[in-house]
């Protein structure tokens, strides 16, 4: 089993370049399945959850083709599945987005059948809004024994209008890629703003849709009668900037955090000058530098353009070094997706959770330990960690932050981290989870 191995206490210096958008391509490639005609996508990041879609869109009878590591040409033309088959419940049980193909399956077939989504373990995952969403539209949609099965009435979605009760990525987005081509007008209210958001509205603009309003909270669409081929290049990751501008908080040192979007990244680059890291934006970069001590502060993870959630164990793990006490509060997730806490009280951490906050008292240094990636960011989350502690820190599972990294061992090795990836025996069972 691969593990990450940190020696920790080396400072980081020189540019890392941030690769596509994780959640911005895990929407987008199922999107696809709406077009008849060549997709091009670039700047796709190379992780697995892309992999795993990719492969489930080939299986579903599209025709993938790689045009070098970060462009992907995709061409759903003749698929005709709309149900996902038994060879495939493995994968789309296995990552969240796997959803977006019921928006999409219903928004091309009228028909859509698949497995309930699987992802990161945050406690209760629902889906209703996904569901009032689709029904909205005159799908009758059904779960029952770990499926989803919708169908539109007529075979054909009808533009409606929906509120979601609750700010949801992911309902927004399933809700946008089934109305591209549903009959009519729909209106998405009270929807979600992040990044990922625009850059689907943009995506689904390019290929021929009318989609209006992306990144406020309310989105307009009036349906087409079908998508055409065309070239689109993902946003940058904004969440991925971020877990590199945590290290080097963490770590020390001064980077150039290159091909980013740095007004994406304000939340994260305030937070950071707060507790007295330098962070200076340019165009397409942002410079990290940091050399005093760190401040304590307090922050509260938000629906963008608040604090993002992805972010809130890189930024636990960072003010564990901050003389004095912080407090991390979770907004998003009801489940206070904490769990990581326990691996980073191994390595020294004081931290007491109540509830949805985690109250921080920062200590000198933290300690090298074993400790687990208990999913995608928490995992994030102990790399910085041991990158910031005193001697060896190994990391396991390392496999839920492969989900969503691209070569963040080469990327960190570059920047001057000790760092290496080792096969070595498992010591426990894995769970399952990511994004
Ligand atoms: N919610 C409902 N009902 C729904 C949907 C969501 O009550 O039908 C609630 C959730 O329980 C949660 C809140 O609404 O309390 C927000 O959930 P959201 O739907 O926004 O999350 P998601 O779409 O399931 C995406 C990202 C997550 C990220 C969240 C919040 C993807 C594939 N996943 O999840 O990313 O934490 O938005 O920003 O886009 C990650 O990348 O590590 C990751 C977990």
Partial sequence: MEKYVIHGGQPLHGQVEISGAKNAAVAIIPAALMVRGVCRLENLPEISDTDTLLRIMTFLGARVTMINRSTVELDCTHVQMDTLPSQMWDMTRRIRASYYLI????????????????????????????????????????????????????????????????????????????????????????????????????????????????????????????????????????????????????????????????????????????????????????????????????????????????????????????????????????????KYVAELKKMGANIEVDDQSAFIQGVDRLTGATVRACDLRAGAAMVIAGLAAQGVTKVEDVVFIERGYQDIVGKLRALGADIACVDEPEERPAEESAG
């Fill in 103 to 338: 928006g999409a399956m219903l928004g091309r077939f009228g028909r859509a059948r698949s497995t309930m989504p699987g992802g990161c373990n945050f406690g209760v995952r629902p889906i209703d809004q996904h569901i009032k969403g689709l029904t909205a539209l005159g799908a009758d949609v059904r779960t029952s024994g770990g499926f989803i099965n919708a169908s539109a009435a007529g075979g054909r979605l009808k533009g409606g209008s929906v509120y979601l009760d609750k700010v949801s990525v992911g309902a927004t987005i399933n809700i946008m890629i089934a109305a591209a081509t549903a009959e009519g007008r729909t209106v998405i209210e009270n929807v979600a703003r992040e990044p990922h958001i625009v850059d689907l509205a943009n995506f689904l603009n390019s290929m021929g849709a009318d989609v209006r309003g992306a990144g406020t909270d309310v989105i307009k669409i009036r349906g087409v009668k079908s998508l055409h081929g065309g070239t689109y290049a993902l946003i940058p990751d904004q969440i991925e900037a971020g877990t590199f501008m945590a290290a080097v908080a963490a770590a020390g040192g001064s980077v150039k955090v290159a091909n980013v979007i740095p007004k994406h990244l304000d939340c994260i680059s305030t937070k950071l000058r707060e507790m007295n890291v330098e962070v200076e934006d340019g165009d397409d970069y942002v410079l990290v530098r940091r050399d005093g001590p760190l401040h304590p502060t307090n922050v509260k993870t938000k629906p963008y353009p608040g604090f993002p959630t992805d972010m809130q164990p890189q930024m636990t793990v960072l003010l564990c070094s901050a003389p004095g006490v912080s407090v991390m509060t979770e907004g998003v997730w009801n489940g206070g997706r904490f």
